[in-house]
């Protein structure tokens, strides 16, 4: 399931990520941002413009809806990352 931070910002980018195989470094490559910033993303502490978001959806496989909705959205994209269902 997607995290919660300080900021309350939840998200299954790092689950989607993981369940991809793929390292920060590598997800951060290849939608042209740094690592600390997926590092930011998935903590929660850094809100992606909407085109880095369409991004990081596209090469995780997911959506912007999956990824980032509600809780109970970033669930269910987190249990399809892994083929798990809710």
Excluded: K
Excluded at 8 to 18: D, E, H, I, M, P
Excluded at 44 to 57: E, H, M, Q, R, T
């Amino acid at each position: 399931m997607g995290r919660t931070s300080a900021r309350g910002r939840r998200n299954a980018v790092r689950a989607a990520r993981t369940a991809a195989g793929m390292t920060q470094a590598e997800l951060a490559e290849q939608v042209g941002v740094t690592r600390q910033t997926v590092v930011a993303v998935e903590a929660g502490d850094y809100a992606p413009s909407v085109y880095l978001a369409l991004a990081i959806a596209r090469s995780l496989g997911g959506t912007v809806e999956g990824l980032f909705g509600s809780e109970a959205e970033a669930g269910r994209a987190a249990g399809n990352a892994t083929g798990t269902s809710e």
